[in-house]
Every structure is written in structure tokens, then in C-alpha cells.
């Protein structure tokens, strides 16, 4: 009997169509709640992934700590090397004093992106990605 109530358009029938015909929009549309869940699941995703890497590699934390301040406290020394000659070569008649700056900042400058990926492995790991990747452009360049 059911065949012939869709055949012929019963209440039964209607109400499937109807029903099937909802669930298929539904499942067309891609509504910004359901983008914003989306998203926060990813983003909870990653930070969990992030922890769990950190405390799988906890044994190396003294070596990554060694690294960073290795390479940070070197960037930091050529920077304010360039600072300090910027601010003395005006008085002194020592052109060395400018040179010295110069190349001091220019090693600096070259440094950028290793301690702006080194920062943000510390301070802003869940955006790591985004901070990877123009870093590694910046080193790319050069």
C-alpha cells in the first residue's frame, strides 16, 4: 500500500519527500555557526597537539633553552652594539665607530626571523604556524 501512496501523493509520502528534500539543504548550507564550530574544534585541536608535543619533549627543554638564549642574547648584544655606535659616531670623528654599527645591525637584521620564530615558540605557541611561515619566507629572501 505504500507504493501506491507515493504513487498517488498521500500525506505519508509528502511528509518524506518534504523531509528529504530539508535534510539536503541543510546539508547544502554551511552556516557561520556551524564555520565558528568548525573553527574553535580546530583551534582546540592544535593546542592540545601543541601540549602534547611539549610534554613528550620535555627532556629537551634545557637544550631548546640554551638554543633560544644562545640566539637571542647574540641578536640582542648586535643590537645594541648598533644602538650605542648610532648614538656615539655623531660626536666622535672615528668612522670605524659607524662602520661597526652598521654591520653590527646589518647581522642583527639578518637574525630577525630566527628570534621572531624563537619568541613565538615561547610566548604564542598556538599561532605558530602563521608565524612559521612568514619567517621562514623572511629567511628565504635572504
Do not use: C
Not at 36 to 48: C, I, K, L, P, V
Not at 103 to 114: C, E, Q
Amino acid at each position: 500500500m505504500a507504493f501506491w501512496g507515493r504513487v498517488f501523493g498521500s500525506d505519508k509520502a509528502l511528509e518524506g519527500i518534504v523531509e528529504g528534500v530539508k535534510n539536503g539543504i541543510d546539508d547544502l548550507v554551511y552556516t557561520d555557526e556551524e564555520r565558528a564550530g568548525d573553527a574553535a574544534s580546530d583551534r582546540s585541536e592544535a593546542r592540545s597537539m601543541v601540549v602534547q608535543w611539549m610534554e613528550s619533549t620535555k627532556g629537551q627543554n634545557l637544550a631548546r633553552r640554551l638554543i633560544a638564549l644562545s640566539i637571542t642574547g647574540t641578536w640582542l648584544f648586535m643590537y645594541l652594539v648598533s644602538a650605542v655606535s648610532g648614538m656615539i659616531a655623531p660626536f666622535t670623528s672615528d668612522e670605524r665607530l659607524t662602520v661597526v654599527g652598521q654591520v653590527a645591525a646589518d647581522r642583527a637584521g639578518d637574525m630577525n626571523a630566527a628570534v621572531m620564530l624563537i619568541l613565538a615558540f615561547y610566548f604564542a605557541a598556538p599561532h605558530m604556524g602563521d608565524i612559521a611561515r612568514v619567517a621562514l619566507e623572511r629567511m628565504k629572501k635572504k
